[in-house]
C-alpha cells in the first residue's frame, strides 16, 4: 500500500512523516473513545460490517485495520455494506471524501457525520497513532480473529499494526476484545485463548445463540456483535441496537 501525505488525518500525517514540521503540530483535540477494529482472516466479515457500523453509528471514533487476508475474506463473503468498499481503500485518504464509501454509508444508514469518526490505517503502517500507547487507542477489537492472529498476540509478536495494536491494548491495561472464529479447535488454539484470557483480553468468540429464534443472517451477527459491545464497556454503545435474548423466547 501507499501513503498520500497530502490527504491523510492530521494524526496520521503526524506519525508517518516525523521530518515535517513538529513545532506546528496542533493541540490535539482526540475524542474520548477510540477504538481500533482489526480485522483478520477468518471467516465472519459480517461481525466487522456490523461492529463498525454500530461504532460509528453511536459516533464513536473508529480506527479498521485489515490483514492481508483480512480484506480478502472481506471480498470473498461481503457483497455490499461498508466494509468492502472499505477493504478496496488502498491509500490511506480522507473516507468521506471517497464517492463509493459514501454511498456504503448512506445505504446502511451512516450519515456523513457519522462516516467522519471512520479512519482507516494500512497494516504494514507501524507509525500510526494506534501502535503508541501515550496517544493510540482507548479500546480494541478483533473482529473476526483467525487462529494465525490469535497466536501471534497471545505470545506477543508484533510483526503488523493489528498484532501491535492489540499488544499495545495489553500492556496498557485497556479493553481488548477478541472474535476468534475456527472449527474444531485444536489445544494450540484453546492454550493460546487462555493465555490471551490470563494477559486481560476478553474473548467473545464467534458463536451466536438461537434461542432469540433469529429470521435472517444479520440477527445472528448482531447477536455476536453485541456482547462485543458490551465487552467493551463504552456508555454509549449500551444503548441496544442488535438482538437480545428475549426470556420470552424460552
Ligand atoms: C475464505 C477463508 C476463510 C478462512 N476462515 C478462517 C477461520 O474461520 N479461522 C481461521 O483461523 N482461519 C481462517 N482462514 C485462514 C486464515 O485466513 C489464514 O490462517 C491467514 O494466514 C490468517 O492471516 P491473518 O491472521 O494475518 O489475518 C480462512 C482463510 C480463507 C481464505
Known sequence: MTSDNSSVDDAAVQHTDPVRDTTARKPRDLPAERVVVGVTGASGSLYAELLIRRLLGAGVRTYVVFTGTGAKVVATELRTGLLPALARCERRVRLEELPELQSAASAVGLAPEQLSELRLFPNEDLYAPIASGSEGATHMAVCPMSMGTLARIAHGISGCLVERAADVMLKERRPLVVVPRETPLSLI?????????????????????????????????????????????????????????NVRNL
Request: aromatic letters at 10%.
Open 189 to 245: 488454539h484453546l492454550q493460546n485463548m487462555v493465555t490471551l484470557t490470563q494477559a486481560g483480553a476478553h474473548i467473545v468468540p464467534a458463536m451466536p445463540a438461537f434461542y432469540m429464534n433469529p429470521t435472517s443472517i444479520d440477527d445472528l451477527g448482531w447477536f455476536v456483535v453485541e456482547r462485543v459491545c458490551d465487552a467493551l464497556r463504552i456508555p454509549r454503545l449500551a444503548e441496544f441496537k442488535g438482538v437480545r435474548w
